[in-house]
């Protein structure tokens, strides 16, 4: 099975081929605010070195937030346009469970991306054996309190993301457990791509007509109305 995945979530666009959850070839640009112009690029450049057309494709990809509300609408908007034309599936991950198929441990995977003025996106997850299972719902809150509800865990965790060094020391106040900070895991259309794969195969999927953004929080324009 084809997979082409796309991450448009933050400031490194990224678009990959894979056969199953094996990458063929990842492209990767650092292109903020510039995701419209760059991203179809992207796609046309990733199809040629493969050798590959979108009729080979056989499911589409695409990281629908928390993240950059722009770069989750381009992101979102471009793959359900293609999988439209080209009747594809799609599917939607989570920027959140991107960031915990970074992780290569089992355990306990918690992905946090900083939401700015001490609030956080945050996800649980468990993995076992290349299985990852969310087992809390997504959150945007301030990182205090989601702090605070992990610190009766016992279990090791791993924190994957940007605020695992940005709020390290108080990581450290409020936990009690063993935890492991993994540094520089971003969310790259790679691991979108193997999420995508396990959902696939799970038959959790939803297709284009569905594929909608995943903000958790209303932009900054929609709070000054």
Do not use: Q, W
């Amino acid at each position: 099975m084809k997979i082409l995945a796309v991450e448009t979530s933050c400031d490194m666009l990224s678009v990959s081929l894979l056969e199953g959850k094996k990458l063929i070839l990842e492209l990767k640009a650092d292109t903020p605010r510039s995701h419209s112009e760059t991203l179809m690029i992207a796609i046309d450049r990733l199809l040629k070195r493969t050798n590959t057309s979108l009729e080979d494709i056989d499911l589409f990809a695409c990281d629908n937030g928390p993240g950059s509300f722009t770069g989750i609408r381009i992101g979102v908007a471009t793959v359900k346009a293609i999988g439209d034309v080209t009747v594809t599936p799609c599917i939607p991950i989570s920027s959140l469970e991107a960031l915990a198929y970074t992780c290569k441990e089992d355990g306990y995977i918690c992905s946090m991306i900083d939401a700015k003025h001490s609030n956080v996106y945050a996800g649980m997850f468990e993995a076992k054996r290349g299985v990852y299972a969310k087992f809390k719902d997504f959150k945007f809150c301030n990182v205090s309190d989601f702090l605070e509800s992990l610190s009766k865990v016992r279990k090791k965790i791993f924190f994957v993301g940007n605020c695992g060094i940005l709020y390290k020391d108080m990581i450290k106040s409020y936990l009690k457990c063993e935890y492991s900070i993994l540094e520089d895991s971003i969310p790259t259309s790679k691991y979108v791509g193997m999420a995508a794969f396990d959902k696939y195969e799970d038959k959790l999927f939803k297709n284009s007509p569905e594929l909608s953004a995943l903000y958790l929080k209303n932009s900054s324009a929609e709070d000054k109305v």
